[in-house]
Nanobody, 123 residues
Framework: QVQLVESGGGLVQAGGSLRLSCAASGRSFVNYVMGWFRQAPGKEREFVSTITWGGRTIYADSVKGRFIISRDNVKNTVYLQMNSLKPEDTAVYYC?????????????????WGQGTQVTVSS
């Protein structure tokens, strides 16, 4: 059974930084994409960033240049370094994973999700 456990959320002032981590377990994640979505109050869950097993990354336009995704394939852990945070980045951030590669930004394509971690950016 796949488990994804996020950590690292919290409260930060605008312009600050946070680093999210997500530890995956329950199977081999070779050739699995890992990544992050987020959901703000009253809004739909939206794509943030993903990284393939081989290290190919994609980002939403809203975070490009500010967020950096990485993964440790030995530890089965994915990270999201969030810099220059803005109040509009406030959301619950969810870790996710799926088999395969490619660019897929729709929530329905991802069968596994973590419980989420709250990120709040104050102005």
């Amino acid at each position: 059974q796949v488990q994804l456990v996020e950590s690292g959320g919290g409260l930060v002032q605008a312009g600050g930084s946070l680093r999210l981590s997500c530890a995956a377990s329950g199977r081999s994640f070779v050739n699995y994409v890992m990544g992050w979505f987020r959901q703000a109050p009253g809004k739909e869950r939206e794509f943030v960033s993903t990284i393939t097993w081989g290290g190919r990354t994609i980002y939403a336009d809203s975070v490009k240049g500010r967020f950096i995704i990485s993964r440790d394939n030995v530890k089965n852990t994915v990270y999201l370094q969030m810099n220059s945070l803005k109040p509009e980045d406030t959301a619950v951030y969810y870790c996710t994973t799926r088999a395969g590669g490619g660019v897929v930004t729709t929530t329905s394509a991802y069968p596994y999700w973590g419980q989420g971690t709250q990120v709040t950016v104050s102005s």
